[in-house]
Each structure stands twice: as structure tokens, then as C-alpha cells.
């Protein structure tokens, strides 16, 4: 049985929470949300409320991207909600001693990245492993919301990734851009 010695003061929002750091000793704050975009919106109110806190963020889904771009915005650990206690309270403590945690299967999926940093379709058209992963989502129908929401980026920075895209494969709509992506994946 673990010994949970934690001070917990739930807020509904990020709202009035400088005033509850001010007044209490705070070793760490935990924001919970559904998705990367409800999240990078609250932090970013926390931060010009209450400063460089640790926090720890926990999603209702984390992959690999939405974690990395949340790590990047300042947080020192991020958990899904399908995390067990144990997790939690390991990673809590961890947090409070100075530590950042990354899952392990961000970790495994940043390596996977950075030794093949960008795929090659053809001679003169290598693509970053963001737009490696818009091209393999297209490719399978996904629409341009969901992608954004896997990938933890607006859906507007997904239709840039697209252009761009479209213009490496020179090719005038997804369905063109599947195409040809498919049949240049099959030559490798």
C-alpha cells in the first residue's frame, strides 16, 4: 500500500491558482485536460499567473508529439489518465525532487525519430518526420482535424504541411497526394 502524504486543493480552472500558490507552500501543480490544445491554453495562463511552478500535465491521451510539444512549453512531466497510481506518485515525487519524466514510449518513439530523421519518396523530395506522419495519416483518409489532433498542432498547420507536400510530389489534392505516396513507398 503506497503513503500518499500530498496537500491536494482541486481549482476548476487555472483561474485563481496564483492566489493559492501565493498563500500555501506549493511543491508542484497538476493540470488535467483532454487534449493539447486545452492544455497548452491553460499553461500558458498559469504561467503568466504563477511564474516557473513545476508542473505536471496529465492528458486523457498522450502520443508522442503532443508530449514533446507540451515538454517544450515548459512542463516537467506529462502522465495519461490510463497511468496507474503507482505511476503517479513515482512521478509526482520525482517532480517535487527536481526531475522531468517523459513515458517511455515517447522515448522509444524519439529514438525511432531520430535515427530516421526524414523519409526520402524520390530524388528531390525528403520530408521531415512531421510530414512523414501527415503523408501516412492521409494515406489512410484520416481528415485534417484528427491529424491535428494526433499530432498535437492546429489544423491550419496541418493544411501548411499539406501544401507543402503537395508541392514536393507536385500533385493537386490528397487524393493525388495518396496516390503517389503509396506507389513511391511500394519502389523503396
Request: overall charge neutral.
Amino acid at each position: 500500500m503506497l503513503a500518499w502524504t500530498y496537500d491536494v486543493r482541486p481549482l476548476s480552472s487555472v483561474d485563481g491558482c496564483a492566489d493559492l500558490v501565493s498563500t500555501l507552500v506549493c511543491d508542484l501543480i497538476i493540470l488535467c485536460g483532454a487534449n493539447y490544445s486545452d492544455i497548452a491554453d491553460d499553461l500558458s495562463a498559469l504561467q503568466a499567473e504563477c511564474g516557473n511552478y513545476p508542473v505536471l500535465v496529465i492528458f486523457d491521451a498522450a502520443n508522442f508529439n503532443t508530449v514533446i510539444s507540451t515538454l517544450e512549453l515548459g512542463v516537467r512531466g506529462v502522465l495519461s489518465t490510463s497511468s496507474s497510481l503507482g505511476i503517479l506518485h513515482g512521478v509526482i515525487n520525482l517532480i517535487r525532487s527536481g526531475g522531468i519524466y517523459v513515458p517511455p514510449d515517447c522515448m522509444i518513439a524519439a529514438q525511432r525519430a531520430y535515427t530516421n530523421p526524414s523519409v526520402s519518396l524520390g530524388s528531390d523530395a525528403a520530408f521531415t518526420p512531421r510530414q512523414s506522419a501527415i503523408i501516412a495519416a492521409i494515406r489512410k483518409g484520416t481528415p485534417n482535424k484528427i491529424i491535428a489532433y494526433e499530432l498535437g498542432m492546429c489544423e491550419s498547420t496541418v493544411k501548411v504541411h499539406i501544401r507543402n507536400i503537395m508541392k514536393k510530389l507536385k500533385v493537386r489534392n490528397r487524393t493525388e497526394l495518396a496516390f503517389k505516396a503509396s506507389n513511391l513507398m511500394a519502389t523503396l
